[in-house]
């Protein structure tokens, strides 16, 4: 098995990690800008979306976009779903926090404007805001002939920045997670906007239509969850893999019902013989979304049908996957 596709691909990990810990670092002390003000932060740097206080509330802020998903947009001349992705990674990102999303601005920059990208990419946009409940209230275009690239004349990247609101006692940091808790999982609808680098490299492009289904939003379920339960913890499985759930707490995690790997991801693993490994540390392998919760509770959701057990917390950190009646502690590369 190939232990090192993503880095091959053009994505290195480790350089990343140490991008992002560089920024961290002379990012933080801005914090200290708003002490004893409306907007002094709530938590620090790493989670999926950090809090400024807002009186009795919290505004959650984060910002992701849609990577190299670009270009398989741009290599089978479809830009919708690209839209969808772009809300969903960000309102996906806000519920970590136990915050409703409820606005974003997008970012969209050109090689060339082309008013029909444009506007398919705000069609997918206005079908994601539709499916969570949000507003697009703005946005920013550019024309960067020099700067992006992509298939042809068509290159363009697109990224948002979403807000939402949370009590501050309902704020998920997941200092609530112990030894004994219960991992449910939601379903992802395939690849969705993360490991595209690896993907691409891996699969013919006859076979890209497969990775241009869009991510799923998790808001309608979420928002249902949170208005009945109290919950320990949300990760979204995105860039990382399983290993996102690190983010959420020092205990580790023992995952040994995940269910079938979608076949996109299969092909993927089969066609580019890559590791288990890598693959569970790189894609979400069939779950986009994991609730942390303590066993009541975790059995009261699965019930209600929207969510279903994959494994559970442990003392020992990390993150082990059992598959075939065979144990894998990931390799920790990010976060």
Same mark, same amino acid.
């Given at each position: 098995?190939?232990?090192?596709?993503?880095?091959?691909?053009?994505?290195?990990?480790?350089?990343?990690?140490?991008?992002? +810990?560089?920024?961290?670092?002379?990012?933080?002390?801005?914090? /200290?800008?708003?002490?004893?003000?409306?907007? +002094?932060?709530?938590?620090?740097?790493?989670?999926?979306?950090?809090?400024?206080?807002?009186?009795?509330? *919290? =505004?959650?802020?984060?910002?992701?976009?849609?990577?190299?998903?670009?270009?398989?947009?741009?290599? $089978?001349?479809?830009?919708?779903? %690209?839209?969808?992705?772009?809300?969903?990674?960000?309102?996906?990102?806000?519920?970590?926090?136990? *915050?409703?999303?409820?606005?974003?601005?997008?970012?969209?920059?050109?090689?060339?404007?082309? $008013?029909?990208?444009?506007?398919?990419?705000?069609?997918?946009?206005?079908?994601?805001?539709?499916?969570?409940?949000?507003?697009? &209230?703005?946005?920013?275009?550019?024309? !960067?002939?020099?700067?992006?690239?992509?298939?042809?004349?068509?290159?363009?990247?697109? *990224?948002?920045?979403? =807000?939402?609101?949370?009590?501050? /006692?309902? &704020?998920?940091?997941?200092?609530?997670?112990?030894?004994?808790?219960?991992?449910?999982g939601m379903a992802s609808s395939g690849v969705h906007s993360n490991g595209l680098g690896l993907a691409r490299s891996v699969l013919p492009k006859n076979m890209w239509v497969n990775l241009n289904v869009p991510t799923r939003i998790y808001v309608?379920? !979420?928002?249902?969850?949170?208005?009945?339960?109290?919950?320990?913890?949300?990760?979204?499985?995105?860039?990382?893999?399983?290993?996102?759930?690190?983010?959420?707490?020092?205990?580790?995690?023992?995952?040994?019902?995940?269910?079938?790997?979608?076949?996109?991801?299969?092909?993927?693993?089969?066609?580019?013989?890559?590791?288990? /490994?890598?693959?569970?540390?790189?894609?979400?392998?069939?779950?986009?979304?994991?609730?942390?919760? /303590?066993?009541?509770?975790?059995?009261?959701?699965?019930?209600?049908? %929207?969510?279903?057990?994959?494994?559970?917390?442990?003392?020992?950190?990390?993150?082990?996957?059992?598959?075939?009646?065979?144990?894998?502690?990931?390799?920790?590369?990010?976060?």
């Open positions: 098995m190939v232990e090192n596709m993503y880095a091959g691909s053009g994505v290195d990990l480790r350089k990343e990690n140490d991008v992002v +810990e560089t920024i961290k670092r002379i990012l933080r002390p801005t914090f /200290d800008n708003r002490i004893g003000k409306i907007g +002094e932060v709530e938590c620090d740097i790493g989670a999926y979306a950090n809090l400024v206080s807002f009186g009795d509330y *919290a =505004l959650a802020l984060t910002t992701d976009g849609v990577g190299s998903k670009v270009l398989v947009a741009q290599a $089978l001349g479809s830009y919708e779903n %690209v839209g969808i992705d772009c809300v969903a990674m960000n309102v996906n990102d806000l519920l970590c926090v136990g *915050a409703e999303p409820i606005a974003m601005v997008d970012y969209i920059a050109m090689q060339y404007m082309d $008013l029909n990208i444009a506007r398919e990419i705000a069609w997918g946009l206005a079908k994601g805001a539709k499916e969570a409940n949000i507003a697009i &209230i703005g946005g920013e275009t550019a024309s !960067m002939a020099e700067v992006i690239r992509g298939v042809g004349d068509r290159g363009f990247d697109l *990224a948002g920045a979403a =807000l939402g609101i949370v009590k501050k /006692d309902n &704020i998920l940091t997941g200092d609530n997670i112990v030894v004994g808790d219960v991992v449910l309608n379920e !979420m928002l249902d969850i949170f208005s009945k339960y109290k919950i320990h913890g949300a990760a979204h499985i995105t860039g990382g893999g399983f290993l996102n759930l690190n983010r959420l707490t020092v205990c580790g995690f023992i995952l040994d019902s995940l269910p079938d790997v979608p076949p996109v991801l299969k092909k993927i693993q089969e066609m580019g013989n890559i590791s288990d /490994d890598e693959m569970y540390r790189t894609f979400n392998m069939g779950v986009g979304f994991c609730i942390i919760a /303590d066993k009541f509770t975790a059995d009261a959701i699965e019930k209600s049908g %929207v969510a279903f057990r994959i494994g559970g917390v442990v003392e020992e950190s990390g993150v082990v996957i059992i598959k075939n009646g065979e144990s894998l502690k990931l390799s920790r590369v990010i976060y």
